[in-house]
């Protein structure tokens, strides 16, 4: 009893049981695989001294695993229709939170706070609703939470742009903003047939480690980020045109030179510079009060 939420079957009991709709608006898209469950679970690296944060438990299929792993399992989900559900699918796991509510809008340093005080470490780890992936990865890496990796589903697509190197076409602001503060590792890629109802697209399990430091220092981040943001701006042009964008016009040849100062040739692309490059070239911008 209570185990395996993620097979056809048992979702579809649950499902008709509760007389649930799906809402594709709220990204619902539910696992049934229990192969691909096994490999988020141990991408996880879960103990009993361990918490686990799940973004969008759904009917719990992934929430039931981590409750067996983890010391303890917070879960926030934001459709009120679930949480009974949830509640009722979870009830013999003594270690698991179900938290009502749209984790954009949810203090989860507090949360850590009620949740995970006493925990060696804690993940989260979640099958994200894809409407909202970046949002929600961004909040995890800018809030500075105490987090010990992020494993999470998310479209094929943005885990490849989370883990692409400089001067791939998937390497963007995305793939630096995780960079900087993890190291992304592809886990397995997940047809859209482990999931109920199927999505469009294909899927893929990524692991964020935590960084112990950023991969690159600067002296100001909300800088380093204004400087890659304004580097793609435009993808097809110039790092050189980008930067006259940001920097103003008048000084696009002091901006050529102080492009050269950092060993950049300013007809090079934005999608070509590795971290180090962009944080070489912050901290020369920020001294030429650009
Ligand atoms: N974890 C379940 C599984 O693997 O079967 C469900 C995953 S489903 C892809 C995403 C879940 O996130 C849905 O249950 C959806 O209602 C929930 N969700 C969508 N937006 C959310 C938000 N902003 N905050 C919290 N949960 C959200």
Redesign the pocket.
């Known amino acids: 009893l209570g185990a395996d939420i ?1 097979t056809p079957n048992r979702t579809k009991d649950i499902i008709r049981k509760h007389n649930f709709t799906f ?1 594709k608006s ?6 049934i695989d229990k192969n691909i469950l096994d490999k988020i679970v141990a991408a996880a690296n879960l103990t009993e001294a361990k918490g686990a944060l ?6 719990g ?3 039931e695993r981590l409750a067996q792993e983890a010391g303890r399992v917070a879960a ?4 009120n229709r ?1 949480i009974p559900i949830l509640r009722d699918v979870l009830s013999i796991y003594g270690n698991v939170n179900v938290v009502h ?4 809008k949810t203090d989860l340093h507090r949360l850590w706070e009620e949740q995970f005080a006493g925990c060696e470490g804690v993940s989260v780890v ?5 409407y ?1 992936t970046t949002p929600i990865i961004m909040k995890l890496l800018e809030e500075g939470l105490p987090l010990e990796s992020i494993v999470v ?1 998310v479209q094929k697509e943005v885990a490849e742009r989370m883990a692409a190197k400089p001067g791939t076409k998937d390497y963007g602001t995305l793939s630096i903003a995780v960079q900087y503060y993890c190291e992304p590792e592809l886990v397995c890629i997940v047809p859209s047939g482990a999931f109920i109802p199927a999505p469009n697209v294909d899927s893929a399990v990524i692991r964020l480690k935590r960084r112990a430091e950023p991969a690159v220092s600067v002296s100001d981040e909300s800088r380093f980020f204004r400087v890659v943001h304004a580097s793609f701006a435009q993808r097809r042009k110039t790092l050189s045109n980008n930067l006259t964008a940001f920097a103003g016009k008048e000084r696009k040849a002091e901006l050529g030179k102080l492009l050269l100062g950092c060993g950049i040739q300013p007809e090079r692309r934005g999608e070509t510079l590795s971290l180090q490059e962009f944080a070489v070239l912050t901290e020369a911008l920020a001294a030429a009060g650009m």
């Open positions: 993620a809402k709220l990204g619902q898209n539910f696992l799940e973004i969008g438990p759904g009917i299929a992934l929430t926030v989900e934001i459709d679930l509510g749209d984790v954009l979640a099958n994200l609703p894809y909202v589903m």
